[in-house]
């Protein structure tokens, strides 16, 4: 697509739910990133992948966190036994390549409260 | 280790004023340096970034933002702000460390722009 989509937008979740969060990167981008979003905060990192590498999850808060990328393509980021404090956006991003001068272009997010 | 830091959470000008929007970094290493503007219920757009060159660098939107190694500063700025200028700006730093760098963004905190008539 000529975007980074994220689904679901917007997602309800009771404590102790797992959930699921899709990426679909722009068509080609080789490097993938998950950012978390609290409310009025900037967005932090969670992991990077290049290709289906997962080379770097230095952010991901707690083992309930998991993010995968099979195929070099779409990626899921899973957040099991969900607590109120995961609530927030997490957002998608991808760029061409690993070089860090090169654009990263974020999707829209996928927000997530727990109740 | 890199950071951030964005002077002001909320700034608010006139339509027609001058916009002026604080960015500090931390960084270790030459930075590479990024403002993204948030539109409600959006996800970040590039306004304009800096790797290398030319320390004054122009965007979308005609904002433009300069480099300034001896202040650590990259301050984003508008000549003349406009009703559709109102979003949350964010800061973000990055460095090129060979094979081992990515580009993996460290962002300030934001700073919310309100443009009053």
């Known amino acids: 697509g000529a975007g980074v989509s994220q689904s679901p937008r917007y997602k309800v979740a009771k404590r102790g739910q797992d959930v699921a969060l899709r990426c679909d990167p722009i068509s080609g981008h080789v490097s993938l990133f998950w950012y978390q979003q609290a409310l009025g905060q900037g967005p932090e990192f969670l992991t990077y992948?290049?290709?289906?590498?997962?080379?770097?999850k230095s952010g991901l808060p707690s083992d309930r966190f998991f993010a995968e990328r099979p195929e070099g393509s779409v990626s899921t980021l899973k957040i099991q036994r969900t607590q109120q404090e995961d609530s927030a956006v997490y957002l998608c991003?991808?760029?061409?390549?690993?070089?860090?001068?090169?654009?990263?272009?974020f999707g829209e997010g996928s927000w997530l409260t727990v109740v | 280790a890199q950071s951030v830091t964005q002077l002001g959470s909320h700034v608010s000008v006139s339509e027609g004023a001058l916009v002026l929007l604080r960015c500090n970094y931390s960084s270790s290493v030459p930075p590479y340096l990024f403002w993204y503007v948030q539109y409600p219920n959006q996800g970040l757009q590039l306004l304009l970034k800096y790797t290398t060159g030319a320390t004054l660098v122009k965007g979308i939107n005609g904002f433009e933002a300069e480099f300034k190694k001896s202040e650590t500063s990259f301050h984003l700025t508008k000549p003349s702000a406009h009703m559709s200028d109102a979003a949350e700006y964010f800061c973000a730093v990055t460095h090129n460390a060979g094979g081992t760098s990515y580009g993996k963004l460290t962002f300030g905190q934001g700073t919310i722009l309100t443009v009053h008539p």
């Open positions: 991003a991808s760029s061409i390549g690993p070089y860090s001068g090169n654009t990263i272009y």
């Open positions: 992948f290049q290709n289906e590498a997962q080379l770097d």
